[in-house]
T-cell receptor
């Protein structure tokens, strides 16, 4: 079946540090890939997405590239801020068979001033 | 716009009690979903409704029932609450079923934190 694996957290960084949160997936065919962000006490919000291989999703300084050869969609940001502290979820949606969106377990990011 | 509104935000139940979690969206979306979020488990789909009048089981439906009351509202009912149902519950909606529009973004409510003692 489909699955999404994210690196375990929490990830703790100082402000202005470089961020990478790893995400790999297992799915046949060509799923669409997403990153969602959950700020404390809130629901999930779509951060960025990519629908085909080599696509790069970007938003608010975050980027992720759909790498089919490595089945990965790693989230990166060049300079994190305290306000980026949140839980980040990688997700996939695949057409054909089960259409239920699959989420990773989430990675908590803590940014210190 | 209110987006997706869930009520209540917090609830404590005793084992065996019943309750209904309410969800309403004002975006005229076709599809609605109920997820539960547990530490280390991510989000797991309980039930979904691809369109008004239809409901389907997700990954973890046992112990729950749902009703798609109309296009706006999708409720989740716990008939006999158990401590294993202690969780944070999220309702979400999207314009079209995931399968048909791969780019569709889902909008989430703020969650209901449920504790069963």
């Amino acid at each position: 079946g489909n699955s999404v694996t994210q690196m375990e957290g929490p990830v703790t960084l100082s402000e202005e540090a470089f961020l990478t949160i790893n995400c790999t997936y297992t799915a046949t065919g060509y799923p669409s890939l997403f990153w969602y962000v959950q700020y404390p006490g809130e629901g999930l919000q779509l951060l960025l997405k990519a629908t085909k291989a080599d696509d790069k999703g970007s938003n608010k300084g975050f980027e992720a590239t759909y790498r089919k050869e490595t089945t990965s969609f790693h989230l990166e940001k060049g300079s994190v801020q305290v306000s980026d502290s949140a839980v980040y979820f990688c997700a996939l949606i695949k057409s054909g068979g089960s259409y239920i969106p699959t989420f990773g377990r989430g990675t908590s990011l803590i940014v210190h001033p | 716009n209110a987006g997706v509104t869930q009520t209540p935000k917090f609830q404590v139940l005793k084992t065996g009690q019943s309750m209904t979690l309410q969800c309403a969206q004002d975006m005229n979306h076709n599809s609605m979903y109920w997820y539960r979020q547990d530490p280390g488990m991510g989000l797991r789909l309980i039930y979904y409704s691809a369109s008004e009048g239809t409901t389907d089981k997700g990954e973890v439906p046992n112990g729950y029932n749902v009703s798609r009351l109309n296009k706006r509202e999708f409720s989740l009912r716990l008939e006999s609450a158990a401590p294993s149902q202690t969780s944070v519950y999220f309702c979400a909606s999207s314009e079209a079923p995931w399968a048909r529009v791969m780019n569709t973004e889902a909008f989430f409510g703020q969650g209901t934190r449920l504790t069963v003692v």
